[in-house]
């Protein structure tokens, strides 16, 4: 395929189960090199765009290529070039950590001398090389995590899938995980990953959708979005029990937007030294005030709502 064109291509992508629609009709494109992500709430349609992405799962309507093929007519050959993580690690607890790398390799038909070659490499680059004759089963979430990730690259993937990559895991072992997922990306790997954690996001991914309903809402770089669909900072500000009614009618013109929540109030604005002081004359005493900038999850927050979907 030409460098130019896209490794993911769809328009108009759809997919149904029955009469439910999980993917209504989206157009995206994923270039080669680039680290592209889905964001949304539980039922947004994420997974189901990945495996479709995946070769997995057949699409109801619209177009996909990837890599430049029909996963329709060319999906084994499509699945022989792509790596996936899974949510889930479905690694086998009866081999070795080096076992899994190899036994996975062999679906590919690769010989057994280059993949122990391989699997050395490939446990050296996600720092498991002295557990290496281990049993999988003792392994950390933050190890296992570390070894799926090695498992999809055995076959030197143009495009590597990952499905929420550090749900579950402890703060040193999230980042761990995306520093090598940030060497990949350097190395030239084209990554399409979904997460709920917004500063992953923010960390890993050149540019994003942001997809509820099954539709996309909102496309572009995370710095984008942010200016598109939030303000330069927030003003979060603390009162007492029941305070947080107060009337802020006192800031109006300085604020693009005011959230009351259940314990703090938010002020959507782009100068939080104005506002807080004009909070202060106009008499209101908020027991805490703290500025900070804003973030992915508010631009997540304001697109999708804040209501708990299961």
């Given at each position: 395929m030409p460098p130019d064109e896209p490794l993911v291509l769809a328009r108009g992508l759809t997919k149904r189960f029955g009469h439910f629609t999980a993917v209504d009709a989206?157009?995206?494109?994923?270039?080669?090199?680039?680290?592209?992500?889905?964001?949304?709430?539980?039922g947004a349609g994420k997974s189901s765009t990945m495996r479709m992405v995946a070769a997995v799962s057949p699409v109801t309507a619209g177009t996909l290529r990837i890599l430049g093929r029909d996963p329709a007519t060319d999906g084994p050959s499509i699945r022989a070039r792509i790596?996936?993580?899974?949510?889930?690690?479905?690694?086998?607890?009866?081999?070795?950590?080096?076992?899994?790398?190899?036994?996975?390799?062999r679906y590919f038909d690769l010989p057994r001398p280059l993949?122990?070659?391989?699997?050395?490499?490939?446990?050296?680059?996600?720092?498991?090389?002295?557990?290496?004759?281990?049993?999988?089963?003792?392994?950390?979430?933050?190890?296992?995590?570390?070894?799926?990730?090695?498992?999809?690259?055995?076959?030197?993937?143009?495009?590597?899938?990952?499905?929420?990559?550090?749900?579950?895991?402890?703060?040193?072992?999230?980042?761990?995980?995306?520093?090598?997922?940030?060497r990949l990306k350097q190395q030239g790997?084209?990554?399409?990953?979904?997460?709920?954690?917004?500063?992953?996001?923010?960390?890993?991914?050149?540019?994003?959708?942001?997809?509820?309903?099954?539709r996309i809402v909102a496309e572009g770089t995370p710095a984008a979005l942010i200016r598109e669909h939030s303000t330069r900072e927030v003003l979060e500000l603390r009162f007492p029990p029941g305070g947080q009614d107060v009337?802020?009618?006192?800031?109006?013109?300085?604020?693009?937007?005011?959230?009351?929540?259940?314990?703090?109030v938010l002020i959507y604005t782009d100068d939080s030294d104005a506002a807080l002081a004009r909070v202060g004359t106009a008499g209101l005493e908020p027991v805490a005030a703290l500025t900070r900038r804003s973030t992915l999850e508010d631009v997540f927050l304001r697109l999708t709502g804040r209501q708990l979907v299961d």
């Open positions: 989206i157009d995206f494109s994923i270039a080669r090199g680039e680290s592209f992500g889905f964001l949304g709430p539980n790596g996936v993580v899974p949510q889930e690690d479905s690694l086998d607890t009866e081999l070795t950590v080096e076992e899994n790398l190899i036994v996975y390799g993949l122990r070659e391989r699997a050395a490499a490939l446990l050296d680059f996600v720092q498991l090389t002295e557990r290496a004759h281990d049993q999988v089963e003792p392994l950390s979430g933050g190890m296992k995590r570390r070894l799926t990730i090695a498992r999809a690259l055995v076959n030197e993937p143009e495009l590597l899938l990952l499905d929420e990559p550090t749900t579950g895991l402890d703060p040193q072992a999230r980042h761990l995980v995306w520093d090598r997922l940030y790997t084209t990554l399409v990953l979904t997460t709920h954690y917004m500063d992953e996001a923010e960390q890993l991914c050149d540019r994003l959708v942001v997809m509820d309903g099954g009337d802020l009618g006192a800031i109006d013109g300085l604020a693009s937007r005011i959230e009351r929540l259940p314990d703090r």
